[in-house]
Nanobody, 121 residues
């Protein structure tokens, strides 16, 4: 089991930036794809971004492509989400997730606790 601890959420004005970080513990971290999901009140949890085991392949939802950047540092067991040009519709609880596969994040094995991101108009 991979345990995930998130940080970096907060309140920011529209157009601003925020960086989310996820610290992982577990021997298998470097072999797993990682991702970020988000959930707004009254809405389903949605995929935001993913990254394969090595960091050589990244994936983004259409709504965030060009504004968000996912990265990982396997030596430090961390994955990050740099969010630029934030919009009010980005407001949600953001969850770090560890896949059970090295490439795909469609099957999540572990979830972080979630961190609130609020973007004001």
């Amino acid at each position: 089991q991979v345990q995930l601890v998130e940080s970096g959420g907060g309140l920011v004005q529209a157009g601003g930036s925020l960086r989310l970080s996820c610290a992982a513990s577990g021997r298998t971290f470097s072999s797993l794809a990682m991702g970020w999901f988000r959930q707004a009140p009254g809405k389903e949890r949605e995929f935001v971004s993913g990254i394969n085991w090595s960091g050589g392949a990244t994936y983004y939802a259409d709504s965030v492509r060009g504004r968000f950047t996912i990265s990982r540092d396997n030596a430090k067991n961390t994955v990050s989400l740099q969010m630029n040009g934030l919009k009010p519709e980005d407001t949600a609880v953001y969850f770090c997730a560890a896949s059970i596969h090295p490439n795909a994040v469609t099957q999540v094995g572990s979830w972080g606790q979630g961190t609130q991101v609020t973007v004001s108009s």
